[in-house]
């Protein structure tokens, strides 16, 4: 079985919208991110009413926008930042990625990048729409999407990995 989809700009920054909160950690820290706002917000109309020195003013309004940084655009810079990386270390601005489902492995070609994946290390499998995560032991996950199937479909791909692990 093979999945194959050619990765561009517009498709890695998509991918800062789809799935940022989907550990504990994450959500604690989106949730200690909006109290920093609360709180910088909270201190700007505090010292909009009874004063405050430069230096109360300028921690306050550091906080907030810091907090607007992380909540909504720091993944964004992130994902632009790999990509920029991934373009520069390939030497071209749109690749392929190839999954290809074997019997003792799973290979992923990235343009000229080849990594090897056990079976044994998928730690689980999540689907969303059209895309599929395969979580792997490092922490790492595999992203492929129904429709880019070009040997082989998702149903009999997710049988032979059920299969496999155990």
């Known amino acids: 079985m093979k999945n194959e989809y050619k ?11 789809e799935y940022h909160l989907h550990r504990a950690a994450d959500i604690i820290l989106f949730v200690l991110w909006c109290v ?10 505090l010292y909009s009413f009874i004063g405050g020195e430069w230096i109360d003013w ?9 907090s607007i940084y992380k909540l909504f655009f720091s993944r ?12 520069t270390t390939y030497g071209v601005t749109e690749w392929i ?10 290979v992923l070609t990235d343009h000229t990048s080849v990594s090897k994946v056990k079976y044994s290390n998928i730690k689980e499998i999540k689907e969303k729409n059209n895309i599929i995560f395969i979580f792997i032991n490092n922490n790492m996950a ?7 199937f070009i040997e082989g479909s998702w149903e009999e791909c997710k049988d032979k990995i059920i299969s496999m692990r155990k």
């Open 7 to 17: 990765i561009t700009k517009k498709l890695m920054m998509s991918w800062a919208k």
């Open 36 to 45: 920093v706002a609360v709180i910088g917000l909270g201190l700007i109309i």
């Open 97 to 106: 990625r190839t999954t290809e489902f074997f019997e003792d492995e799973i």
């Open 142 to 148: 595999l992203r492929l999407y129904k429709d880019a």
């Open 76 to 87: 964004f810079v992130v994902w632009s930042k790999r990509y920029k990386l991934f373009s």
């Open 58 to 66: 300028y921690l306050s309004i550091m906080f907030l926008f810091l």
